[in-house]
């Protein structure tokens, strides 16, 4: 788990509780703004479902789903309850269905680029506090919550981009092909086998530590995601 980690790498410290706090932050964060922007940008096309059924709120306890959070604190990824959506309300369907379906993933990687910029800012203002002082426990917090803003967004893109039903990666293809066909049928009947099928193969290689390094979630995540994440603050590194 997420914060099992955290306390094994820093310890029982004040170090280690800053970052778990600023982990459970940018979890919140990551999710409502993926869910939130959905909504938003249905609204735009027309739909106002997500509106009257209170799902346009800030407040993250109508968004969370208990299995999806779980997910996200074991394995580093998870998801939220999908929000309500009439593609029938949209003003044009395949504008809609598309801009719909990609905005909680922009919402992330946004969110995930223009943390980039906050996470240089806060270390730089970290490396020169005093230890033990407030301005080092600040800093360091601060430092923390956009490093971790950037990861868990980034992990929050690239799992909801996967097109396994219902995520948004499924509702992106279905704008164009349509569900009715073959394929995505098939996707819709096992996209729930296929993700546990690859949990449980992850799990398999990670009970071997010579082969963790070539599980399915340590190159999707790890070095995938790793290699956004650096390119986010590489970039921003030219400026700041």
């Known amino acids: 788990m997420i914060f099992y980690d955290l306390i094994q790498q820093l310890g029982w410290c004040r170090e280690a509780l800053l970052a778990c706090l600023a982990v459970a932050v940018a979890i919140v964060v990551a999710l409502v703004s993926h869910e939130v922007s959905h909504g938003i940008v249905a609204l735009m096309n027309g739909d106002d479902t997500a509106r009257r059924a209170g799902r346009l709120s800030l407040n993250p306890l109508v968004h969370f789903d208990p299995v999806g959070l779980l997910l996200m604190l074991a394995v580093g990824f998870g998801f939220a309850r999908p929000v309500p959506v009439n593609p029938q309300n949209y003003q044009n369907r395949r504008l809609g269905d598309v801009t719909v379906s990609i905005a909680g993933i922009t919402a992330n990687l946004l969110g ?105 979630f340590y190159w999707y995540f790890n070095v995938w995601g790793g290699m956004i994440k650096n390119g986010f603050i590489a970039m921003w590194r030219l400026i700041i």
Do not use: H, Q
Request: charged share 10%; aromatic share 24%.
């Open 112 to 216: 995930a680029f223009f943390s980039a910029a906050f996470y240089l800012l806060c270390y730089k203002w970290f490396a020169g506090t005093e230890m033990d002082s407030v301005a080092y426990y600040i800093s360091l917090f601060l430092t923390y919550l956009f490093l971790f803003l950037m990861s868990v967004n980034i992990s929050f893109a690239l799992f909801n981009i996967l097109p396994l039903y219902p995520l948004d990666g499924y509702r992106f293809i279905a704008a164009f092909t349509g569900e009715s066909n073959g394929f995505m049928t098939f996707l819709r009947r096992n996209s729930m086998y296929i993700m546990l099928g690859i949990i449980v193969l992850d799990w398999v290689f990670t009970l071997v530590p010579a082969l963790e390094i070539y599980s399915p």
